[in-house]
């Protein structure tokens, strides 16, 4: 039986960059969900003329194809934006519930990372993680990843988008941002990432230990 691992958490918090070393460490399946939100809202687009319509969101989410993940520019602040706007579409949430679920039983394990993976997607995880970081410092962390990707925006423009997208993402009807009863709290506002990790992985040992 698989091995499922949940971990949640804001935008910006670490959690993608410490699900991916716990994947790595022990050689299981990752899975960015967010992105996959990011990229229903980018097909969403190119067949929308540029709008985020609902009824063309659905029908993408339906039929999603791994390819999708693929497309340029899914880790832009606009992205991320519309990705959070797509998310709040029960619809589109309950289409993609599936093929995530599906996922996280693959192989020997999956360490699955996004907003509502330990409430929603993965209740029964093996592990549950919540990742979090003081808005300021996750500000300045995207805003220099933005900055090495290219991309030209101040940092004021970035904490605003976060705390905007804080908001949207704490107080959606169905399946908001919140830390499980029983998930392992990780505050990476003063902690390097390999230390971050490796936290990350004592929890997995131990919670293996047990099984």
Same mark, same amino acid.
Request: aromatic share 6%.
């Given at each position: 039986m698989? *091995?499922t691992?949940?971990?949640?958490?804001?935008?910006?918090?670490?959690?993608?960059?410490?699900?991916?070393? #716990?994947? $790595?460490?022990?050689?299981?399946?990752?899975? &960015?969900?967010?992105?996959?939100?990011?990229? +229903?809202?980018? #097909?969403?687009?190119?067949?929308?003329?540029? $709008? @985020?319509?609902?009824a063309?969101?659905?029908?993408?989410a339906? =039929? *999603?194809?791994?390819?999708? @993940?693929?497309?340029?520019?899914?880790?832009?602040?606009?992205? !991320?934006?519309?990705?959070s706007?797509?998310?709040?579409?029960?619809? #589109?949430?309950?289409?993609?519930?599936?093929? $995530?679920?599906? *996922?996280?039983? %693959?192989?020997?394990?999956?360490v699955? &990372? !996004?907003?509502d993976?330990?409430?929603?997607?993965?209740?029964?995880?093996?592990?549950?993680?919540? #990742?979090?970081? &003081?808005?300021?410092?996750?500000a300045?962390?995207?805003? %220099?990843?933005? @900055?090495?990707?290219?991309?030209?925006?101040t940092?004021?423009? +970035? *904490?605003?988008?976060?705390?905007?997208?804080?908001?949207?993402?704490?107080?959606?009807?169905?399946?908001? @941002?919140?830390?499980?009863?029983?998930?392992?709290?990780i505050?990476?506002?003063?902690? =390097?990432?390999?230390?971050a990790?490796?936290?990350?992985?004592?929890?997995?040992?131990?919670?293996?230990?047990?099984?």
């Amino acid at each position: 039986m698989s *091995f499922t691992i949940a971990i949640d958490g804001p935008a910006a918090s670490g959690k993608g960059t410490l699900a991916k070393g #716990v994947a $790595q460490h022990f050689l299981f399946s990752y899975l &960015d969900t967010g992105l996959i939100y990011r990229a +229903v809202a980018a #097909v969403t687009l190119l067949k929308s003329d540029g $709008q @985020l319509n609902k009824a063309e969101a659905i029908k993408i989410a339906q =039929s *999603f194809k791994l390819k999708y @993940l693929e497309l340029n520019n899914l880790r832009s602040s606009e992205a !991320g934006i519309n990705a959070s706007i797509i998310a709040s579409i029960p619809e #589109v949430r309950t289409a993609l519930l599936k093929f $995530q679920r599906e *996922f996280a039983v %693959k192989g020997i394990g999956a360490v699955l &990372d !996004g907003r509502d993976i330990g409430t929603v997607i993965l209740p029964d995880a093996k592990l549950k993680m919540f #990742v979090t970081a &003081d808005i300021k410092v996750r500000a300045e962390r995207r805003h %220099k990843e933005l @900055l090495k990707s290219g991309l030209t925006i101040t940092l004021e423009k +970035v *904490f605003e988008d976060l705390r905007e997208r804080d908001c949207r993402d704490r107080s959606r009807e169905h399946s908001p @941002l919140k830390i499980s009863s029983n998930a392992h709290l990780i505050d990476t506002t003063e902690l =390097s990432i390999e230390t971050a990790i490796t936290r990350a992985i004592e929890l997995v040992r131990l919670e293996r230990k047990k099984r």
